[in-house]
Nanobody
């Protein structure tokens, strides 16, 4: 299983970015997908997650600004980030959790930088 993230970059405060995470392998329907982030000197934290049935969960700090979605046909999960703030600056990682085995996989990360 491989996860490939894309869509990071530099944006001004108040701007938007959309991250994508494409998954190889034929297990997408058996997964919980999550976006995590890690800022310098801080622990990695959960940003948002989505189950195979579409149930979502968000960190309080991003509620109302970020939206996680998934396209099962394309085996891709997205994170739409609006109203970005400098404190959103971090490396964002995609994570896949197999609901049948409990195994998890991580992407390589994509940098998001929000300037003030």
């Amino acid at each position: 299983v491989q996860l490939v993230e894309s869509g990071g970059g530099l944006v001004q405060a108040g701007g938007s970015l959309r991250l994508s995470c494409a998954i190889s392998g034929n297990i997408f329907s058996l997964t919980v997908m999550g976006w995590y982030r890690q800022a310098p000197g801080k622990q990695r934290e959960l940003v948002a997650s989505i189950t195979s049935g579409g149930s979502t969960n968000y960190a309080d700090s991003v509620k109302g600004r970020f939206t996680i979605t998934r396209d099962n046909a394309k085996r891709t999960v997205y994170l739409q980030m609006n109203s970005l703030r400098p404190e959103d600056t971090a490396v964002y990682y995609c994570r896949l959790i197999r609901t049948d085995t409990g195994n998890d996989y991580w992407g390589q990360g994509t940098q998001v930088t929000v300037s003030s």
